[in-house]
């Protein structure tokens, strides 16, 4: 009989552990849900505040680029992109035993 006992105790205890998890993975859940959507709306105030200020009141208008700028621009890339394109290639003699030489 005392062996029945303990049985039901430790079925017992296991169920109300069971349900203790449960009870705590369901308000975890809660809580994470309810930090999420705190996030997302803090998030979304940030984010319309920031393009308030680029869009509104607080932004500074952008000065139009200086035609003479933006021709020089085009002068650098385009050097830049020749200077890419082309490859300086350096041959580099050998001596007689087939090993190089230092250039002279």
Sequence with gaps: MDM?????????????????????????RRELEDSMEQLDNSLAMALQSTVEKLTG?????????????????????????????????TITPRGADGTFKGLE
């Excluded at 303990?6 to 705590?24: D, K, P, R």
């Excluded at 139009?64 to 082309?86: D, F």
């Design 57 to 89: 009141e607080g932004a500074v208008a952008f000065e139009a680029p200086n035609p003479i700028q933006a021709a020089l621009g085009q002068v650098l890339m385009s050097i830049a992109q020749q200077k890419m394109n082309t490859v300086e290639a």
């Design 4 to 28: 029945v006992d303990e049985i039901t105790l430790l079925i017992a205890l296991g169920t109300l552990n069971l349900l203790a998890m449960g009870g705590l993975s369901m308000w975890i």
